[in-house]
Each structure stands twice: as structure tokens, then as C-alpha cells.
């Protein structure tokens, strides 16, 4: 998912860095010059990046420079050596795009003979690439349905329906490697016992399900990292590998805990005090916070699609240059909200109980202790990364963790209210008997 965030944040730049290069022009050399009717037709070149506008879109010709197409529906024959940019609600792709596809609508496809050469973006309703079709580097995406038959010259990482995708494929797409770096499962096919037999069972029906993907269950919400480039780097070992995998995770950890130390040592310590005092209630209520968690994910893609929405009716009425400016502010302030969002669900909830546990064996040696608070955060890390890391139960062990980091924010936030509304009560008892 943090690649996911990445791939966020690296399309509201791209757009702002697009509106700022072409439409800083006058509105009417934008309109004339910049905004392409619909069709670039086969044999012409258009030697500047372009953006092409209409309901359907085709892209026989080539472009040399990025492309960015507005469009209901959207084909890509031609060859483009920059990067494309699209919302249309379907997206096929039956030429070459040497960049990057960022792509948010309905359908995308990557037709037989196709190639993205870098990456490809995707959020939608279903996603497929044909068996011949290439994608040069990583496949980054969120869909319902897909059927994954292409070659993939890197990282597999996505969300399909309520199972996360991670990987790399093999020449056709007909098998993957196992998914490594999960400690909720086995870490390959090669496993003894019944975890073995189980781990294949699943992936066998995965593969038939989803069109020959590797896979695990996206369950119990645990955050996984796709292994790094393993063609472009040698292979390490499986001690080489966790410990890249802890360190990874430990260096966001102790980034976000230092700044509640730094910034909210007080609130800190509510939190952690409440997560120690009633963890059951707090876990009660933590799986609450992530249903909540989920539907607000849910309204923050409905807001998403709001805001291109908005921006084509503006864009649409001539007013295009305005319609970039919205996009950019919009899509800015609504992948930052999301991305803190994401920080502290999944990682400041650890940092709350990594901290209570840390006060909690200081309190047992030493009272004196308790006033070093960085070291506390730094060690109650550290040990919560390694038991994490731990075969088969670190994933429960992940989940439970986070739902009793949030129940105790939200604890703490409901005995304030209710604090605020005893005083409010006896402040006004006096005016009552008077």
C-alpha cells in the first residue's frame, strides 16, 4: 500500500507540474495550439508533449513529448515517448508508451503487442493485460476484477477485489514467484507441512481466479512490501531479506514516533496509558476505527472523482486553464489528507503501543526511566519490529496491534467529550437553581 500512496502523490505532481508548464500560456494559444480535437491521425508526429480532448479519443499518430488525454473513452494505436496521463472511463492501449500510464476510470487494457516502457498506474473497475502486452518496470493498482496475463519487468503491487497482488511475473504471466516478506504466511512454496500444502491450495485458486497472479488474502489488514526489483539486483537471502524488510519497517516506525515525542509527548502518553489500561475495550473499539477506516477510503475515491467531475464541467465550458488550477489544489490537499491519514492509521497506532509497552518494562526497573522518553520510543520499537517479524503469528500480532492503538485514540477522545459535557452540565446547574 505505501507504494500505492507513492503512486498517489506522484500523480497530483505530475498534474500540477503539467498545468504549470502548458497552461501558465494565454487561455486562447492554449485552445488553439495545446488542445487536440479527438483524433490524431495515423502518419503525424506531434513533436511537443499534447493534450487531446473529446469523448472518444484515438491516438493513431505519434507523440514526442508526455500526452495527456480527456476523454470518455480512450485509444492509445499510435506511439508516445513520454508519459500518459488519462481519466477516461476505459483505456486501451494497443501501441507504445515509453514512460509512464497514469490511468483513474472504469477499464483499463493493455492489448496484445502493447508496451508501457517504465510503470503503470491504475484505479479502477478492472484491469487486464494480454498475454504478449509488456510493462517495462512496475504495475501498481487498485481493481475490483483483473485478468493478468503480461509480462512484468519488475514489482507486482496490487489490490484485486479483497486480495493484494505482490510479485513478479514470469515470461507470459502464467505463474509467479510466492510472496515473500509476509510473516502472516508461508514464505514459499517450498515450506514443510501443512502450512505448505494449504499455501499451495490457495495460490492454485488464485492463480485460475485472477489469470495467473501470485497472491494473498488481504486480510487481517496487514501492510505488506512487494520485493525490490529482483531482476535489476542479486538475489538475497532469506536473513538478507528480513532484515531488509524489518529495517524498512523500523525506519518509518521510529520517523513517526520521534514526531509524536517530539510534538504530542502528552497526548502520547493518554493514549498509551489508555491503551494500557482497557486494551480490550480499546480493541473493541479499534475495529471500529478500522471499518470507519475502510469507509472513509470509500468517500475519499467518491471525492476523488468529484473533483475530476468538477474539473472537466469547468474544462468543458472553456475554462480549462481554471479547470487545472482546481485539479492541482484539489487533488493536492485530498492526497495529503489521505496519505496522513494512512501514517497514522497503520503506523502511529503502532508507535502508541510499541511506547506503552516500553513504559511499561521501564516502570518495572525503574521509575527514573520513564523520563527518557526517545529511548523508550526507540526500544518499544524495536521490539515490536522484531516480534512482528515473527513466522506465522506476526500478522495477527500486526492487526491486533493497530486496532488497540486506534481504540485508544478514539477512548481518550470520547472521555474528553464526556468530560466537556459533565462541566458543561454543572456549569449550568447554578443558573438552573437560581
Known sequence: MTQLVIAWLRLVIVITLVFLGVY???????????II???????SVVDDDAIIAGEEVVVDGDVNGDLLVLAINATINGKVTGSVITTAQTVTVNGKIDGTLYTFGRELTLAEGSTVGRNVYFIGLRLETAQDSVIGRDLVGVSLRARLGGAIGRDLKAVIGLFE??????SGGNDAAAPSGNSALPASDSANGAWASTWNLFR?????????????????????????????????????LWARIALEEFVLLILTGLLFVWRYSPRLEEWSDKAKAAPLAASGYGFVGIIV??????LAVLAFGLIVTIGFVLGFASLWKLAFIFWALALSMLGLAATLAFLFVFYGSKVIVAYMLSRWIAGLISEKALKYRYLLMFFGLLIYVLLQSLPYVGGTLNFIVIIIGLGAV?????????????????????????
Open 204 to 240: 492454485q485458486v488464485a492463480l485460475k481466479s485472477i489469470g495467473g497472479a501470485a497472491y494473498q488474502p488481504f486480510w487481517p489488514l496487514v501492510i505488506d512490501r512487494a520485493d525490490a526489483a529482483q531482476n535489476s539486483m542479486p538475489k538475497q537471502g532469506g536473513f538478507q
Open 24 to 34: 501558465g500560456a494565454d487561455q486562447s494559444n492554449l485552445a488553439q495550439n495545446a
Open 293 to 298: 477506516a475502510i469507509n472513509v477510503a470509500i
Open 37 to 43: 480535437d479527438s483524433v490524431i491521425p495515423a502518419g
Open 165 to 170: 497482488l505482490l510479485g513478479q511475473f514470469t
Open 410 to 434: 478514539w477512548l481518550v477522545r470520547r472521555d474528553e467529550r464526556q468530560a466537556a459535557l459533565l462541566a458543561k452540565q454543572v456549569a449550568s446547574e447554578p443558573q438552573v437553581a437560581a
